[in-house]
């Protein structure tokens, strides 16, 4: 039998109230729904879930206190890639490091400790054939970071062809990944479109200093 949902959502961090955030059923949890280019950081036991084709999520959590965050991003499209624009690289990768900086800045401005943060990695997937591999630009990427930052990745489910749906619970570190059948990406492959119309088009302003 379903739980019922507990009577108020749990209070969202400061800055993080426009994500969207509702009881799920399916969970039997309150969760927030991440969109690309979207990060959520929580104190609660509460889930954050996304759905992921070429793009990454990062969830990253104090394993000693349970706070923690998932983001969604992807780096903007190399000139490989046709009728998208070229970028240097030291500038893609700063798409990267402006989603991952953020998401540990606000763990370890809420209490988190950065000797306790442990990283899972979902996503990177080549959902659309015949085309340059985005995907693994992404896990290169993320994977890069992440050991040179002296942090360490515990899990991960990368790659391969497939989107994925990923459900991540900082307050336990748990995660369940489903991954989805071909007649989904033609959505996904949409919104990730969009989303990287929008990052090349708005320049990431300002540097981000870790604590």
Known sequence: MALSPPSRLPLALPGFEHIKRGWNDTYEAYAARLMPGEYYVTLHDEG?????????????????????GMNHFMLPASGEMSGWKSEHLSVINRYGNFAMEHLINDILKNGGKRQNLEVKVFGGGRIIANMTD????????????????????????VGDVYPRMVVYFPATGKVRVKRLRSVHNNLIIEEEFRYLNTIEAKPVSGDIELF
């Open 48 to 68: 954050i879930y996304t759905t992921l084709g070429s793009c990454i999520s990062a969830c990253i959590r104090d394993r000693v206190i349970g706070i923690g």
């Open 134 to 157: 985005v995907g693994m630009r992404n896990i290169n990427f993320v994977r890069d970071y992440i050991e040179t930052e002296g942090l360490h990745i515990v899990s991960e489910d």
